[in-house]
């Protein structure tokens, strides 16, 4: 049979046609792309240069239109929802209350976190205002966000910027663009892969801070005064911070109720970190030990709290204080109230290490994260498996990063997986060989 008769035994559903089945006209579907705006009103027609074009008038009265996305999963029998049909909202279903508003205008983000999206943001802000013709910055298009996005790269190459830093600034300029109109990250995203595979063949190295240890925590600790009040907020602030494997936020939102001080040790609690948003809390049991002395330090630096009258279950656990040792006092209005913020602790931190004549270790700088790569460096040489390094430093779980970032061995290190190897000729068994078959 030639393949003009194979069309004409078959009716618009494709199907062979018979005597007894009449043709079946297919219904109009309306078909959503990308957007729900963008409508096709389509016919499957046989493939006749013959027929007359439909007409405007055809359309409108050729009976319902359906809606169908790439979402859409109809059932036997079951009809897509029409096109014009939407749910019966009213006018209240938009309102929000004062008291709504009110709550949405509070900050989401923690404030080191807004501090480094607004700056990142202005950045942005002012290279579309400087184009010719100046872009939307807010909501951008696609075109706008790749163009930025080479720009950094162009600038990092040259020496500014490197690939993991342009990826956290496209990343924050992604998640500030309204939900509903952000624009594709996809190409950036591989430009700045590709960057990073040459960057690094050059001989590009991530900066990471230096790991505090024990050995080095008991220097930085051994330089502070422990007489004065400060000595003692120091002194144990260096002290947890290594033993929990703190954050910065962490420390600087910790409060004294989640402190519980034992004879034998520290429960301390973590009520929100970076892998728990939501709050879920976690709790760990720190025991004394006699290089850090928890125990003595947490009571000595609560008893300066008592002093101050700073020493209530919701007070700050750690606070700014003067030269003289007393509360350092803040606006009524300020947004952290008496809580320190997180760059205060880590100037802090980075002060002592200073005091101690280790500003650097390794050529790496100190920082307020090298205390937690320095107790997660120890573990991992001690042996601790993985999986408890992960519970001990609150990394979600099965996550890698405690090894592959946070493992900051001195030197050479210890560890060497070939020692696990015998000497050659040492065996005590000879090994059987088993012969393929």
């Not at 034992?262 to 728990?276: E, I, N, P, R």
């Not at 996550?399 to 070939?418: E, N, Q």
Request: hydrophobic share 35%; aromatic share 6%; proline share 7%.
């Amino acid at each position: 049979m030639s393949r003009q008769n194979e069309d004409e035994q078959t009716n618009e559903t494709g199907r062979p046609a018979s005597a007894s089945e009449p043709a079946v006209p297919l219904q109009r579907l309306e078909v959503t792309g990308a957007t729900d705006g963008d409508i096709i009103d389509a016919e499957l027609v046989p493939a006749d240069p013959s027929l007359p074009a439909a007409t405007p008038a055809d359309i409108a009265g050729a009976g319902p239109r359906y809606l169908v996305t790439q979402h859409t999963m109809l059932g036997p029998g079951q009809l897509p929802p029409l096109a014009d049909a939407r749910p019966p909202w009213t006018d209240a279903d938009f309102r929000l209350s004062e008291e709504d508003v009110a709550d949405l205008e509070e900050e989401d983000l923690a404030e080191n976190t807004r501090i480094n999206r607004d700056s990142t943001v202005r950045a942005f802000e002012a290279w579309c205002a400087a184009q010719d013709p100046p872009r939307l910055a807010y909501p951008c298009t696609t075109a706008t966000y790749t163009a930025y996005g080479l720009h950094l790269i162009r600038r990092g190459k040259a020496g500014e910027f490197k690939p993991d830093s342009v990826g956290q600034y496209m990343s924050r300029i992604y998640n500030w663009q309204p939900v509903d109109l952000r624009p594709d990250p996809s190409r950036i995203k591989g430009r700045i892969r590709a960057w990073k595979k040459t960057w690094v063949q050059a001989g590009g190295t991530v900066d990471r801070s230096a790991a505090v240890t024990l050995e080095y925590n008991l220097r930085i600790i051994a330089a502070i005064d422990e007489s004065t009040n400060i000595g003692k907020r120091d002194a144990f602030l260096a002290a947890l911070a290594y033993s929990n494997l703190h954050r910065e936020m962490e420390l600087a939102d910790q409060l004294n109720k989640r402190i519980k001080i034992y004879d034998t040790g520290l429960l301390v609690t973590t009520a929100v970190s970076k892998t728990d948003q939501a709050g879920r809390g976690s709790s760990r049991f720190i025991e004394d030990r006699e290089d850090l002395q928890l125990v003595r330090r947490a009571r000595a630096w609560r008893a300066v709290l008592k002093d101050l009258g700073a020493a209530g279950p919701d007070d700050p656990l750690f606070r700014a204080l003067t030269r003289g040792g007393n509360l350092v006092t803040y606006p009524a209005d300020r947004k952290r109230g008496n809580r320190m913020r997180p760059g205060s602790l880590n100037e802090r931190l980075q002060h002592l290490a200073e005091q101690a004549g280790v500003p650097y270790i390794d050529d790496k700088k100190v920082t307020s994260h090298s205390w937690r790569a320095g107790a997660n460096t120890d573990l991992a040489e001690a042996g601790v498996p993985l999986a408890e390094r992960n519970i001990a430093g609150r990394w979600a779980d099965g996550s890698h990063t405690a090894d592959t970032v946070y493992d900051r061995r001195h030197g050479v290190g210890k560890r060497d997986p070939l020692q696990q190897v015998p000497l050659y000729g040492s065996q005590t068994k000879t090994p059987r060989f088993i012969p393929e078959t």
